[in-house]
Nanobody, 118 residues
């Protein structure tokens, strides 16, 4: 059974930083594309950052220059470094990844809360 577990969320003051981690466990042959999404209260879930298997990245306009997505294939982990946090970044952050196991499927983590105080 493949699972994604996020960690690193918490409460931080505006201007601070957090690093989110998404660790994959189970029988994993490879992780293809991966991304971080977030969902704020009363809003739709939105893509924050994505990374391809080759390391190419894309970011939502609202986080460009502040957030960095990266991956460590040996550790089966995807990261989101968040700097210069703003109150509007407050949301539940979800990791998503396409993982090749005995078959290939799309997986979601359980979510980690990020709260930025003003």
């Amino acid at each position: 059974q493949v699972q994604l577990v996020e960690s690193g969320g918490g409460l931080v003051q505006a201007g601070g930083s957090l690093r989110l981690s998404c660790a994959a466990s189970g029988i994993i042959f490879s992780i293809n594309a991966a991304g971080w999404y977030r969902q704020a209260p009363g809003k739709q879930r939105e893509l924050v950052a994505a990374i391809t298997s080759g390391g190419s990245t894309n970011y939502a306009d609202s986080v460009k220059g502040r957030f960095t997505i990266s991956r460590d294939n040996a550790e089966r982990t995807v990261y989101l470094q968040m700097n210069s946090l703003k109150p509007e970044d407050t949301a539940v952050y979800y990791c998503n990844a396409e993982i090749r196991s005995w078959n290939t499927n799309d997986y979601w983590g359980q979510g980690t809360q990020v709260t930025v105080s003003s």
